[in-house]
Structures are given as C-alpha cells and as structure tokens.
C-alpha cells in the first residue's frame, strides 16, 4: 500500500517504507489476487491499472523496499522488477533485501530494519 500511495496520490506522501510489495499482481498468489481481481485474462485493464511498474516515474520523495528473500507469499521478483524499473528511469530508491527471511523480518534483523526506518526521517 505505500508503494501505491507513494506513486499514484500526486505526491501527496514524501516518504514510505513497502515490505514485501505487491509489485504486479498477475504475479501474486492467485488465492488472493484472483479473488479480488479475476483473472488476468478476464480483466486485463485492471491488472494493468494496479502494475506499479507503470507508475514507477511518478517517485519524487523516499520510498525504502525492503523484501525477504524466501518470502512464498509475495515472490522476490516483485521487488527486482521495481528496482529495475527504477534503475532504468534513473529514479532513486532504498532497497534492502533480506536473506533467507519469509514475508516479515525478525530477530537481530528487525533491530537492522528499524534503523533503516530511522534513517528515512
């Protein structure tokens, strides 16, 4: 959701912080996209309307992705796809992967995560 909020409210928010982002939902557990979206090929306009690649050149403040690296919920690609987009339109972004953590970040790396938070501010 901050990643959304961050590319698609006009700069409305200056920093956000997304963990494990929804990138393209076409590539998200069909359990939970398809109940809220269909099927990509029974609604094309909407998986195309929510693929934050698509908005990627609209990042103007502080966006830090962090994703786990073996997150079974939201694939790590979601995340490179967005780095690379960036990259690409020459947009700045905090990124940190991290290693061998699943859809949340805990123990000794929480305390890492947090710091970044700081960080931002």
């Known amino acids: 959701m ?3 909020l961050m590319l698609r409210t006009n700069n409305a928010f ?7 982002a929804v990138i393209d939902w ?11 979206m269909d099927t990509p090929d029974t609604n094309p306009e909407g998986y195309e309307e929510s693929n934050l690649l698509n908005y ?13 690296t073996s997150d079974p919920k939201v694939v790590w690609e979601h995340t490179l796809a967005f780095a690379k987009q960036a990259a690409n339109l020459n947009k ?9 953590h699943e859809h949340g970040v805990g123990g000794k790396d929480a305390l890492h ?8 501010f």
């Open 26 to 36: 076409k590539y998200y557990e069909v359990m939970y996209g398809e109940r809220y």
């Open 56 to 68: 990627v050149q609209n990042l103007d403040g502080k966006l830090l992705l962090v994703h786990g």
């Open 2 to 4: 901050a990643t959304s």
């Open 92 to 100: 700045p972004l905090d990124y940190y992967p991290y290693v061998n």
């Open 14 to 20: 200056k920093v956000g912080v997304g963990g494990g």
């Open 113 to 120: 995560l947090y710091t970044k938070f700081k960080l931002l």
